[in-house]
């Protein structure tokens, strides 16, 4: 079946540092991948996506590519801030079927001034 | 603002008792999910309906039920609370077919803690 593994965290960074969180997924065809954040005391909401292989995805100075080769779909950020401060999630939906999402675990991102 | 309204915010109840969490979505969105959030085990889907009048199983359906009488609603029953349902809630919907592509619309969630 489908799977998302992110890394643990917490991960702790200062501001204006550089970050990355890992994804990496299994699925069977060619998946959609997402990446939402959900900030405190808040629901989910989507960050940014892709759909194809080698597509880079981005939004408020995040990216993730897609690598087909790997299996990956890694979250970075050239300078975080404190504002960036939340928990991430990876996520995948398979292009057939009942287009149920599967999430990683989530990655708590705690940025410090 | 468009959007998945859930009430109520949160809520204690007692073990033993019975409770309708509600989500009500004005996006016209054929699917809709309910999913809960412990700490440590991310995002778990409870039930699912991906359109109105039919409605699924998820990864942790037991002590749940929902049920799908038209496009907007889609509310979530627990039967007989017990501890281990104290959780976040979040209700959650995609436009059929947008699933893969357009992301998916989440709710602000129910925070319920059973005693």
């Known amino acids: 079946g489908n799977s998302v593994t992110q890394m643990e965290g917490p991960v702790t960074l200062s501001e204006e540092a550089f970050l990355t969180i890992n994804c990496t997924y299994t699925a069977t065809g060619y998946p959609s991948l997402f990446w939402y954040v959900q900030y405190p005391g808040e629901g989910l909401q989507l960050l940014l996506k892709?759909?194809?292989?080698?597509d880079k995805g981005s939004n408020k100075g995040f990216e993730a590519t897609y690598r087909k080769e790997t299996t990956s779909f890694h979250l970075e950020k050239g300078s975080v801030q404190v504002s960036d401060s939340a928990v991430y999630f990876c996520?995948?939906?398979?292009?057939?079927?009942?287009?149920?999402?599967?999430f990683g675990r989530g990655t708590s991102l705690i940025v410090h001034p | 603002t468009a959007g998945i309204t859930q009430a109520p915010t949160s809520q204690i109840l007692a073990a033993g008792r019975s409770m309708t969490l509600r989500c009500t979505q004005d996006?016209?969105?054929?699917?809709m999910y309910w999913y809960r959030q412990d700490l440590g085990l991310g995002l778990r889907l409870i039930h699912y309906s991906n359109t109105a009048g039919t409605t699924g199983k998820g990864e942790v359906p037991d002590g749940y039920s929902v049920s799908r009488a038209n496009t907007d609603d889609f509310p979530l029953t627990l039967a007989s609370a017990v501890p281990s349902q104290t959780s976040v809630y979040f209700c959650a919907s995609s436009g059929l077919g947008q699933g893969a592509n357009g992301g998916y619309t989440f709710g602000s969630g129910t925070r319920l803690t059973v005693v």
């Open positions: 996006m016209r969105h054929n699917a």
């Open positions: 892709a759909t194809k292989a080698d």
């Open positions: 996520a995948l939906s398979r292009s057939g079927g009942s287009y149920i999402p599967t």
